[in-house]
C-alpha cells in the first residue's frame, strides 16, 4: 500500500515562514495531481494547493494565494510546500494527497475535492502562534 511521507510541520510565529515535503513511499508515476489539505479542530476538510507534476502547473485557494508556494524535486520525486507571511488561521494538521490516476491533470473545479485522491499522508502538524 502506498503511504505518503511528509515532514517540515512545527511551529512557528505570524509572519514565519515554513517548508513541507512530501513524498510517496512507492512508485507511483511522474505525471500525477498532488496536492494538500488541512484540517483545523473543529473546521472541514480544506484543499490548500496542488500540483500536476507532469508539466509543474499549480493551483491555490485563495485563502493562501500569494503566501503559498508549491515546487517539485522531480529528482528526489518529492513535492514542497512553501508557507510564507503565515497567519494563526493557517494552523491544522496539513495531509499531502495523491491522484493514483497518473497522467490525469489537475482540474481548476475539482483538485480541492478530497475523492480526487487515493493515496494519503497522515499528516503534519503547522501551529502558527500570534
Known amino acids: 500500500q502506498v503511504q505518503l511521507v511528509e515532514s517540515g510541520g512545527g511551529s512557528v510565529q505570524a509572519g514565519g515562514s515554513l517548508r513541507l515535503s512530501c513524498a510517496p513511499s512507492a512508485y507511483i508515476g511522474v505525471n500525477n495531481c498532488m496536492s494538500w489539505f488541512r484540517q483545523a479542530p473543529g473546521k472541514e476538510r480544506e484543499g490548500v494547493a496542488a500540483?500536476?507534476?507532469?508539466?509543474?502547473?499549480?493551483y491555490f485557494a485563495d485563502s493562501v494565494k500569494g503566501r503559498f508556494t508549491m515546487s517539485q524535486d522531480k529528482a528526489k520525486n518529492t513535492i514542497y510546500l512553501q508557507m510564507s507571511s503565515l497567519k494563526p488561521e493557517d494552523t491544522a494538521v496539513y495531509h499531502c494527497?495523491?491522484?493514483?490516476?497518473?497522467?490525469?491533470?489537475?482540474?481548476?473545479?475539482?483538485?480541492?475535492?478530497?475523492?480526487?485522491?487515493?493515496?494519503w499522508g497522515q499528516g503534519t502538524q503547522v501551529t502558527v502562534s500570534s
Open positions: 500540483i500536476y507534476t507532469g508539466d509543474g502547473s499549480t
Open positions: 494527497a495523491a491522484d493514483w490516476r497518473e497522467f490525469r491533470e489537475c482540474r481548476d473545479g475539482t483538485w480541492y475535492e478530497a475523492q480526487e485522491y487515493g493515496y
